[in-house]
């Protein structure tokens, strides 16, 4: 099992996504956030969900930014856990 985490600045480098979308990815995403409140606490994803998310949006040709703007976190929850 990978579980690298990814800072929204990995996943923009790593998968050529734009910062605003990476950054969306990281809050709707299931995530961790590291660090104290109020101090720039940084959020972190599994690798294993964005390729899963990625997975997803290729394989239905689907619009990633729209994915995650209308999406819940119930319905992302169970693409990244492959139950879609």
Same mark, same amino acid.
């Given at each position: 099992?990978?579980?690298e985490l990814l800072s929204a600045t990995t996943?923009?480098? /790593?998968?050529?996504?734009? @910062?605003?979308?990476? +950054?969306?990815?990281?809050?709707? #995403?299931?995530? =961790? ?5 109020? /101090?720039?606490?940084?959020? @972190?994803?599994?690798? +294993?969900?964005?390729?899963?998310? #990625?997975?997803? =949006? ?27």
């Amino acid at each position: 099992m990978n579980a690298e985490l990814l800072s929204a600045t990995t996943v923009r480098e /790593r998968y050529g996504v734009g @910062r605003e979308v990476a +950054r969306q990815m990281c809050r709707v #995403l299931p995530h =961790v956030k590291i660090g104290k409140k109020g /101090r720039g606490e940084q959020v @972190r994803v599994l690798r +294993r969900h964005v390729d899963a998310l #990625l997975g997803y =949006v290729a394989m239905h040709r689907l619009d990633l930014a729209a994915v995650l703007a209308g999406s819940t976190s119930g319905e992302l929850d169970s693409i990244v856990e492959g139950k879609v």
